[in-house]
């Protein structure tokens, strides 16, 4: 059983930076394949990005690719999405996820969201 918890969401302005941070419990949590998706609202849910088990490997987008970097700490049992230049389409609900073998839009565990807005 793996929890998962957002938090890092807000409010920021078009070309601005966010970090958004998933802490997850349990022994287990570098053995699951990690990423993020987003939910716009009226839109179907997005993946963003994934990341392997040691974070040497990642899988970006391609609508974020460049901007967005996904990181896992697993010391912390957290991993990050950093997001650089941002703009008002990537205004979501963003979603941690975790799975054993890949991210999808069905996963294993998922957080509860965080609220990204960005103002143009």
């Known amino acids: 059983q793996v929890q998962l918890v957002e938090s890092g969401g807000g409010l920021v302005q078009a070309g601005g930076s966010l970090r958004l941070s998933c802490a997850g419990s349990?022994?287990?949590?570098?053995?699951?394949?990690m990423g993020w998706l987003r939910q716009a609202p009226g839109k179907e849910r997005e993946f963003i990005a994934a990341?392997?088990?040691?974070?040497?490997?990642?899988y970006p987008s391609t609508s974020v690719k460049g901007r967005f970097t996904i990181s896992r700490d697993n010391a912390k049992n957290t991993v990050y999405l950093q997001m650089n230049s941002l703009k008002p389409e990537d205004t979501a609900v963003y979603y941690c996820a975790a799975d054993r073998k890949r991210i999808g839009l069905t996963n294993d565990y998922w957080g509860q969201g965080t609220q990204v807005t960005v103002s143009s």
């Open positions: 349990g022994r287990t949590f570098s053995s699951y394949v």
């Open positions: 990341i392997n088990w040691n974070g040497g490997s990642t």
